[in-house]
């Protein structure tokens, strides 16, 4: 069963387009700028206190269970190292959540005017 519109004819017949091409008016709150994606996420320090321990929490829940695996079946398989990596990697992820290395280096140039 062949579909009689394609993407040629929509792209070619705008005018039967239900979307409006216009830019919307803003709703009266400050944008974020574009710059600095996700500024709220970094400035709350509970939220990347809950959001990266969990991640930590997660990655020792995964290692635990892979070593459960290692300790019944005595061989190490590939699946196990995978889960293994798998773990160590969301761990890594909460702390660098966590400690917002990047958040930091930006914070410096900030307060210094630019010449």
Partial sequence: MKSELSWD???LAPEH???S???EEPTGRAAAPASQP???FRS???CRLVSGG???LAGAYVFMEARN???RCGTTSMGTVA???FAASLAAWGIVIIADPVGKAQRKDVGTPST
Avoid: N, Y
Wanted: aromatic share 4%; with cysteine; net charge positive.
């Fill in 21 to 23: 091409t216009a830019p």
């Fill in 9 to 11: 004819t929509l792209a």
């Fill in 38 to 40: 996700g500024s709220k």
């Fill in 17 to 19: 387009s239900t979307m």
């Fill in 54 to 56: 969990g991640l930590i």
């Fill in 83 to 85: 889960q293994i990596t």
């Fill in 69 to 71: 695996v290692m300790r």
């Fill in 44 to 46: 709350c320090w509970s």
